[in-house]
């Protein structure tokens, strides 16, 4: 089930509507988990055991934690929490990374061996819900949070609909307090919310998916198409993910507020980010910041020697491109953003007591960022590393024996959707329809639908981070 699908407005709406009419907060919680549930049901029912078994393996965890003060017991209770939802991940993430090979070698012995039989398949969702479940214990465990006493508040952290699937990956001690008391509907800022949902709606099905075919057509054979082409076909993907990430992330904050509960930022407009790193405080916002404090600091952070800290970031950003799937273009498009913020901090390092060459650098470091995140998109989007590798060399080499084109033309509808991201990032456009009476906004957003519906292409595609 979709955001842009007619069936979810259906189920949103009734969701909503019973939600509101009941006046007791447990029983709001309840009807809220129940139709969470439903909504993974949806994809596959049998996958909704995982999902209850990773909050129901936290909550016995979290409330051990709470019954013991002993530093090797509750040691041991963590592992197990590590262990069951870490295990449970790399198993349906990784195993059909292993067993593809495992299979080619059997199938070259002799020895009767299909890979579709052997291939299992990856539940949607599975990172994001895990690493909420897992944020609850580890924070339970670190005593910045205390343990639930209600398995239900827990289960609805964990299953809350709107973010379960493609994130944000929300933390536990910035939602459960939200879960103890009963929302009020006269504090939802309902403008706000119907704004950032259709603001999402046309991220994702005006503009992702309406790119989503050239990108899908030159990423299929890359070495079919001339240097421009390669250009356009990455741009292109450059913007496709960016509007279909962070517009289900606005429909899942949207969707969240009209329960009136709050979910983290995920992106403050990357494309304009000044720096590598400035970048991975934007986009993504609520990964970057999960890995930070439970992986790149614990791993020892900035503390220690140089080399050191460059080998807590690569191993940070080779997971992170881990997380994303067991695949080498993940790995490399996760070691070239760590080599980039290696490059970035020796570079602010050398340069912190030479201003002039700083000013110099403000001035081309945006483009060389954009262009390293896009040369990274490469790897990310690729099939494999021969299309990776053909792809970079019409996109960095300017070489291509292809004769098929994407149309040059693309190159200015690229240009100008990077002007208007400029302007919301300038906040341009920011909270001029909150002026005027219901009336207007209302007949005004009708208007709005009305003229963003033209535009819509008749075919969808799902949400990219749905397979993560």
Known sequence: MLFVEFRFFLFFLVTFAVYWSLRNNTARKVWLLA?????YAAWNWKFLFLLMGSSALDYLVGAMLARTQNPRARRGWLILSLCGNLGTLAFLKYYNFLVNPAA??????GLPASVHTLNIIIPVGVS??????MSYTIDVYRRKLRPVSNVIDLACFVGFFPQMVAGPIVRAFQFLPQLQTARKLAEVDVRGALVLFLTGFIKKRCIADAVAPEVDRYFAAPWNFDAASAWVGVLFYAVQIYCDFSGYT???IACARLFGYELTLNFRFPYTARDIADFWHRWHVSLSSWLRDYLYIPLGGNRGPTWFVYRNIMVTMILGGLWHGAAWTFVIWGG??????IIHRQWAHQTESIPAVRAVMQWIALPLTFFWVCFAWIFFRSIDLRHAASALRGFVLFSS?????????NLLVVAGLGF???????????????KGPDALFAAGYGCTVA???????TSYTPFIYFQF
């Open 35 to 39: 139709c969470s549930y439903f909504f």
């Open 104 to 109: 080619q070698f059997l199938q070259w012995v």
């Open 128 to 133: 994001f819900y895990t690493f909420h479940s």
């Open 250 to 252: 606005d429909m899942a």
């Open 336 to 341: 070239l953003h760590g080599i980039g913020l």
């Open 401 to 409: 024996n292809g004769i098929d084109r994407l149309g040059a033309w």
């Open 420 to 434: 208007i991201h400029w302007l919301n990032s300038r906040q341009l456009f920011a909270n001029w329809w909150r």
């Open 451 to 457: 003229i963003v519906l033209l535009f819509v292409p």
